[in-house]
């Protein structure tokens, strides 16, 4: 009897959200997993690269591009891809056309882990002691967020502002229902926290300004940890088939601000600098908290590789400034050091002889390097990141 079931096996057996596509589905090609569906035969290893770029990320075929239309820096977008999943799954798939691939080839080959040159080789072994720490830290976002307007990825103005944009102030509203929750209305808040995600995924983001697709990815961010860490069986479910999504909006975000930082007529004004810096963070962060889930259930990491290639400003200094008089002072004193990949930042710091101390956002960044890095190859530490 011919089998209704669209997924492959491995998506199917680990009730993950597939991505039908032959000879290889995002995911399994991701993983470097044997895909294969109920209806056809399995299919050899060897044959499975067939529409994989180097870097393992699924690619269109030249039937999807035949109907496509240009989307600035060379990204084709689908015709056909009018929903909003479509749109941002086309984008995904398309970032060989992008400025990201020339970097991502070469990294996503060398990089495994945080913090590994690429000569060392993968470590199997994982202290669950930083892991541990971080999971409590992203646990602690959704608190924060609600109680002080603060998270590592939201700039401190906006604790100031007359009001949050709308997709924050939907999850604000969310989030204090979950704050306050009891056992007896627990249901009904997670309900509503579904209901919020729903509508946040249903947004057109090729519609979106930066700054609209900036506040929508925080909002889906901060329900998507409360659905991924503490919500049910149900809940967790949806928060791993919303994944993909999530981690689309996180690499079209940061291909949208690349860009916008690279255009020569836009002066560097403070509130510029706010929206570029937070959406690099939130970028950076959104694949983090998935890559730290990802660690404790599988043992790895397969967000790295474009984690690695994002950049943040390593110093404190302009992010906590209070005014813009501070910030001009903090950025006049900046080096060109100052702004650097992940990559760069966790493998400079590992090198050094001395390392110097993080700042609160580098340190987030370090804690899993811990987890993966042989101790005996770290340098002498005079800090502590797990404090």
């Known amino acids: 009897m011919t089998s209704r079931q669209k997924s492959c096996v491995p998506c199917a057996k680990s009730k993950r959200r597939c991505q039908p596509q032959t000879p290889k589905c995002p995911r399994c090609a991701r993983q470097g997993l044997s895909c294969y569906y109920k209806n056809a035969p399995v299919r050899d290893i060897s044959q499975t690269h067939a529409r994989r770029g180097e870097d393992g990320i699924s690619q269109l075929s030249s039937d999807d591009i ?191 601000v690349t860009e916008d930082s690279q255009k020569e007529d836009a002066a560097l004004t403070w509130d510029r600098w706010i929206m570029l810096e937070s959406a690099r963070r939130t970028a950076l962060m959104t694949l983090l908290a998935q890559g730290i889930f990802e660690m404790h259930k599988y043992g790895v990491c397969s967000y790295v590789p474009n984690m690695a290639v994002m950049p943040f400003t390593t110093l404190d200094g302009p992010w906590n400034a209070h005014t813009q008089n501070d910030w001009t002072k903090e950025v006049e004193c900046l080096e060109e050091a100052a702004m650097a990949n992940y990559y760069e930042y966790a493998n400079t710091w590992k090198t050094s002889a001395v390392p110097s101390a993080p700042s609160a956002f580098g340190k987030l960044l370090l804690i899993p390097c811990l987890a993966c890095t042989p101790r005996h190859t770290l340098p002498p530490l005079g800090i502590d990141l797990l404090e």
């Not at 070469?106 to 040159?117: A, T």
């Not at 669950?128 to 590592?152: C, H, Y």
């Not at 961010?221 to 994944?243: F, K, M, N, P």
């Open 66 to 256: 035949s109907h496509s239309v240009d989307f600035g820096s060379g990204i084709l977008i689908s015709n056909e891809a009018t929903s909003p999943g479509a749109w941002s799954r086309a984008i995904a798939g398309r970032l060989d056309a992008s400025p990201l691939r020339e970097t991502c080839q070469r990294l996503c080959r060398e990089i495994r882990v945080p913090g590994f040159h690429p000569a060392c080789p993968v470590q199997k072994a994982i202290d669950k002691r930083p892991l541990d720490k971080l999971t409590r830290n992203i646990m602690s976002w959704p608190g924060k967020f609600v109680q002080k307007l603060e998270a590592p990825f939201i700039h401190p103005s906006l604790q100031h502002a007359p009001s949050l944009p709308p997709p924050l102030e939907g999850a604000f509203s969310a989030c204090a229902t979950y704050v306050s929750r009891t056992e007896d209305t627990k249901d009904i808040v997670m309900n509503i926290i579904e209901r919020k995600v729903t509508q946040l995924i249903s947004l057109d983001l090729s519609s979106l300004s930066i700054e609209a697709h900036l506040a929508s990815l925080q909002a889906f961010l901060i329900l998507h940890i409360i659905q991924l860490w503490d919500g049910d069986v149900r809940q967790r479910a949806q928060a791993e088939l919303h994944s993909y999504t999530l981690e689309s909006w996180a690499l079209v975000l940061h291909m949208r």
